[in-house]
């Protein structure tokens, strides 16, 4: 398990799922950004493709300093050298869908470009993965 080779142990991995759980709640509870639920699913195609495109490209270089700087080993780092692997396809897969998902419901430019620029009004990965106010 990654978790536990980086050093959580099992209140640490129980915060951590308590945190997981108290993100989803609150994904599910804000207001929401979209007039319809066809915009909110380009938003989340999306997002979901630059993460596939950010995995594609970092994830094995992520795995690599774990294994190099933080001296862990390679085979508890599995989910960072499949993701490099996978997630090549995914996010070349992920731009033919984001095409075929807009030509089917027919967006115009404007609605395209409004809806790239709320998607991305902030720099995605910092926003996921390391809150403003979250502990270190």
């Known amino acids: 398990n990654t978790m536990k080779a ?11 799922e308590q945190e997981a759980q108290d993100d ?4 599910c509870t804000d207001p929401f950004l979209y007039g319809t639920l066809k915009e909110f699913g380009l938003h989340i195609l999306l997002e979901v493709s630059s993460f596939e495109w950010m995995l ?46 807009v030509n089917y419901y027919g967006f115009s430019s404007e609605e395209l470009d409004s809806i790239l620029g ?16 979250a502990s270190a």
């Open 118 to 133: 709320i998607a991305f009004r902030e720099n995605v990965f910092l926003r996921r993965y390391f809150p403003r106010g």
């Open 6 to 16: 980086v050093g959580f142990d099992d209140a640490a991995l129980a915060r951590l």
């Open 56 to 101: 594609s490209r970092l994830a094995s270089r992520m795995g690599n300093f774990l294994v190099k700087h933080h001296r862990m080993k390679q085979a508890d780092l599995l989910w960072f050298f499949y993701h490099s692997e996978k997630d090549i396809q995914h996010a070349e897969e992920a731009l033919d869908t984001i095409v075929d998902y």
């Open 24 to 27: 989803v709640r609150r994904m």
